[in-house]
Structure formats: structure tokens, C-alpha cells
């Protein structure tokens, strides 16, 4: 194994691993190596498919979109999708390998570990750097004795480790030191320095508490990244609660309010991201039905466990704010899992999501959806049947969706699964086309498709489509889903405010660019 490594490792989850990760992707790139990200357990309902039809997660999809590579998924060889609190769906290199419990997964590990080291070795090979990202804390005492993503890959690895903290949730301080003072001393020998993520406020504030912490631990702090909201790249795990509240000229009420509906086993949330970037529109997380007030667009979103999160919407009151909704005008979508409870009926004979056999759906849609064992993991081209327009996407489902061929409405015919070139339908609509449904995760990441679908939304409200009014310069031009320009702004971010000459010394590597 050739390649230099370094590892960020966190205090606890949701601190900013997963975007410090993809940061030093993209600036050692820019910095003339070949560089890959690599992250050997991950759990997360957010998931991607790869060009060859496997399943990884999110998070090293947008890091290696940060090293301009395709995703692979030798990037993240397991992936947990949870289905219940005790139980998950287990992914490996790409492939469900089967649902198991805590216990099963803990005997499982000892395979898992060689799974993850055929992984790395390989990244290694290939690649001048392997940027490694941990999981939640390395200070787990109930996990250590089978860690399979922290302390001992950093050894496997032999990367230096920074342990990242976030000081805007509060006691930082506490908490860097209090995970050094768990971890062994070869543990605490591996980790290099400090990275305080999402810092608000004058530098010079920290001072006293750098100096107290460096003195205290014997480490130095790395980096001061401060907390920011202009640079719009998908997120790893789950939606937080200052998510969503979208993006509008300022000063003005959007045009265009969208609600998607927060399942208890909500997937592939980052459909919905590129909403965020349009100045019309408002997007927001809803947990309840009397946050739900007659928006313009109603979004059901992907699920990992579909009869479960059916039966919450039913039992919390947010189906019977769904009808009024839809009575009320509201357009309705559901996307994959959302997607199969618009249909009359889901069936899981074998209970391969649930310990449910069936569950009568929402009946806006006329099809039955049964459940196999056998995952469909493609990445897709389609043509949207009403405006033509052409969009990429990807399948995650383990259901089929039989539908009355007198009823069948589509809404996209899929020209492309995987390799092969096919004429298959996707999706479908009611006869007015205010409620639809697809397979496809994605579709909105597609620049032209969610103008027309925005501005279809807007004469339907009597409004001007966008692109037409900024001919008029009444509002800014439609949004384009840049990911290239937000990588850069994220790497020079984290650049101005890292020590990058260190971190190159401690990886034993020249910088010979930058």
C-alpha cells in the first residue's frame, strides 16, 4: 500500500466528519494528487447507486464527486441501513446481504474487517492519498473491542487522525478532552491535533481555550472552520432542524412554498436539496399535521421501512391533512417508498421490510406494490413524458408495482437501466396530474426538469414562469445545481482557516501545489 493517509475522526456524530472529509478531497486535488475518500462502515438511509449497480452511501458519493472521480463502492464496503432501532439492512460492497440484528452484526464483523481491508488496500494502490473518515466517537467503550471504523482502520491505515468537534452545539472543550482521556495511549498517540468545526464569531475568542486545550491534551488545534450556509453540499445522515427553510430574493415572500413530510424512516432526503438553491421557493421539513398548512407541493419522500411509516401517517393525523391538502389544490408526489403508499395496497408476503404482511396504501393511485427479496439498484435515464425533457436518476426499491393497464398514466419512460438501453415506464399520474408518483431518486438535481416542474407550479398559480421574468429582471435567473463551483467554495473555506502546511507534515507528504 502506497498511498499517504489521513483519517478525521469526531467527538460524536453529526460534527462535521463527513464535509471536513470531502474539503481535503478537493483540496488535495486541486493540489496535483490523485486522491480518493474512503469510509468503511457508514450508517445512513441516505444512499447512492453507482454506475455498476451498487449501493453506498451519500456521504463518500459527495466526496468523491470532490476528488472528480465516480463513486465506487470499494469507497464504503458496508453500509447499515436501519429498519428498526435493533435491527438493519445490511449492504456489502454494494449488495444487500441481509437484515440482522445487533448481535448478528457484532458476529458478523470478523468477516466484515476483511471486506473493509480488501477495500482499503485497494484505494491505497491506486491513489496517491485516501482521505478516511470515522464514525461517530472513537471513545465508544462498548464498541471498541469490534471497531471496524475508527481506531483500529487509522491503525490498518497507519494515518495520522484529527478529531473534529463541533463548538456550535456547545462544550467542545469538554469534549475533545474527554474523549482523549478514554482513548488508550496508542489511541491518543495517533491523533495529531484538533479541528473546532462551526465556529461563529472573532477567532481571538477561542484563545484562551486553544491555549487550554493544547496544554492540557499536548496537541495542537489544526483548524477554525467557521460555521457557514452559502455553500449548498448534500448532507450526510439525517435533516436538522434549522434544515429546509429554502432560499427566496431577500425580502420577498417565495412564491412557491414545499413541504416534504419527515417519515420516522425518511431515505434519500437530498432529493430535495437543489429546491434549496431556488430563489422562488420554500422548502420545508414537516413532522406533524398541524405544520402542514395547503402548501403548493406536498412531497412524500423515499422510506426504508414503507408499512411502518404508512401506518405512522395514518395514526398521527398527517393522511387526513393529506386529503384536505389535496382537496385544498395541493399538488402530491411521492418518490419511491412515497411513491408505493399513493398506490391502493403494499404486500410484504415474506416481511422482507417489516414484521407487517400487508398494508392497505392511500388509494390516489390504482396499483398494488409487493415486496421481494431482490433489491433493484440502477442509475437511470428517462425522458419526462409531458415535457420531453431528458433526466438522469437512480433506483433503491426492493417493491414492484403492478398497475391497471386502463389507469396507467406514466409520467417518465426510463431509456436507460444500468449498461442497457430499454423502453420501460416509470411512475404514475392522476389524469389531472396534481398527484404522481416514480421510482426514480434524483429527478430534482436535474437543472431544466425543475425549472419546468417550478414554473408549472407558478402558472398554475397565475404567476410568470421564472426564466421568462428574469428577461424582466423581476427575479434572479433559475438556479443551476453547480456541484463543482460549491466544492471549491467549500475547499477555500477550510483552506483559509487550516493549517495545511502541518497537516502535509504529519502525512509525511510535500505539498507540491497549493
Given at each position: 500500500m502506497s498511498a499517504k493517509t489521513i483519517m478525521i475522526q469526531g467527538t460524536g456524530s453529526h460534527v462535521g466528519k463527513s464535509i471536513i472529509t470531502a474539503a481535503l478531497c478537493r483540496i488535495f486535488l486541486q493540489d496535483g494528487y490523485r486522491v480518493a475518500p474512503f469510509k468503511s462502515q457508514n450508517m445512513a438511509l441516505n444512499s447512492f447507486v453507482t454506475e455498476d449497480g451498487g449501493e453506498m452511501g451519500r456521504a463518500q458519493v459527495v466526496q468523491a464527486e470532490a476528488c472528480r472521480l465516480k463513486p465506487i463502492v470499494d469507497m464504503n464496503p458496508i453500509l447499515i441501513k436501519p429498519t428498526a432501532d435493533a435491527n438493519a439492512q445490511i449492504i456489502v460492497k454494494g449488495k444487500p446481504l441481509g437484515n440482522m440484528s445487533v448481535e448478528e452484526y457484532i458476529n458478523f464483523k470478523k468477516d466484515a474487517m476483511t471486506i473493509v481491508k480488501e477495500s482499503l488496500s485497494k484505494l491505497m494502490n491506486e491513489y496517491d492519498v485516501v482521505v478516511i473518515e470515522g464514525a461517530g466517537s472513537p471513545a465508544e467503550i462498548n464498541l471498541k473491542s469490534h471497531d471496524l471504523v475508527n481506531m483500529k482502520i487509522a491503525e490498518i491505515a497507519d494515518a495520522p487522525v484529527l478529531l473534529a468537534g463541533d463548538i456550535d452545539k456547545g462544550g467542545v472543550f469538554a469534549w475533545f478532552v474527554g474523549t482523549m482521556e478514554l482513548l488508550s495511549q496508542s489511541e491518543r498517540d495517533m491523533v495529531k491535533g484538533f479541528i473546532i468545526n462551526k465556529f461563529r464569531g472573532r477567532r481571538e475568542l477561542l484563545n484562551s481555550g486553544i491555549d487550554f486545550l493544547e496544554d492540557k491534551t499536548g496537541k495542537k488545534v489544526f483548524g477554525v472552520i467557521p460555521f457557514f450556509t452559502d455553500i449548498s453540499i448534500m448532507e450526510e445522515d439525517s435533516v436538522s432542524l434549522t434544515k429546509g427553510q429554502g432560499s427566496r430574493v431577500k425580502g420577498q415572500e417565495p412564491d412557491i412554498n414545499i413541504d416534504v413530510i419527515m417519515l420516522p424512516h425518511i431515505s434519500n432526503f437530498t432529493d430535495f436539496d437543489p429546491f434549496e438553491l431556488e430563489s422562488d421557493v420554500r422548502l420545508r421539513y414537516v413532522r406533524r399535521f398541524n405544520e402542514i398548512d395547503s402548501p403548493d407541493v406536498l412531497i412524500i419522500p423515499g422510506s426504508k421501512n414503507t408499512i411502518s411509516d404508512l401506518q405512522y401517517l395514518k395514526s398521527s393525523g398527517i393522511y387526513g391533512k393529506i386529503k384536505k391538502c389535496v382537496a385544498d389544490g395541493t399538488k402530491l408526489i411521492g418518490i419511491c417508498g412515497g411513491y408505493q403508499m399513493l398506490g391502493k395496497m403494499i404486500i410484504d408476503?415474506?416481511?422482507?421490510?417489516?414484521?407487517?404482511?400487508?398494508?392497505?396504501?392511500?388509494?390516489?393511485?390504482?396499483?398494488?406494490?409487493?415486496?421481494?427479496?431482490?433489491?433493484?439498484?440502477?442509475?437511470?435515464?428517462?425522458?419526462?413524458?409531458?415535457?420531453?425533457?431528458?433526466v438522469s436518476g437512480y433506483e433503491i426499491h426492493m417493491g414492484k408495482s403492478s398497475i391497471t393497464p386502463n389507469s396507467h398514466v406514466p409520467v417518465f419512460k426510463i431509456i436507460r437501466r444500468g449498461r442497457d438501453s430499454i423502453e420501460l415506464m416509470d411512475g404514475l399520474k392522476t389524469e389531472d396530474g396534481k398527484i404522481w408518483g416514480s421510482y426514480m431518486h434524483g429527478i430534482f438535481e436535474n437543472d431544466s426538469f425543475r425549472r419546468e416542474f417550478l414554473d408549472s407550479i407558478r402558472i398554475r398559480k397565475g404567476l410568470q414562469p421564472l426564466a421568462a421574468a428574469a428577461l424582466n429582471q423581476v427575479q434572479g435567473m433559475p438556479a443551476i445545481y453547480n456541484k463543482e463551483k460549491e466544492y471549491d467554495k467549500l475547499a477555500e473555506v477550510v483552506k483559509n482557516n487550516m493549517n495545511m502546511n502541518e497537516i502535509y507534515r504529519i502525512m509525511g507528504l510535500d505539498r507540491v501545489g497549493g
Open positions: 408476503k415474506e416481511c422482507v421490510e417489516s414484521g407487517l404482511s400487508s398494508a392497505e396504501g392511500f388509494g390516489f393511485l390504482d396499483m398494488v406494490t409487493s415486496f421481494y427479496p431482490e433489491k433493484a439498484t440502477y442509475q437511470v435515464k428517462a425522458i419526462h413524458i409531458d415535457s420531453g425533457i431528458e
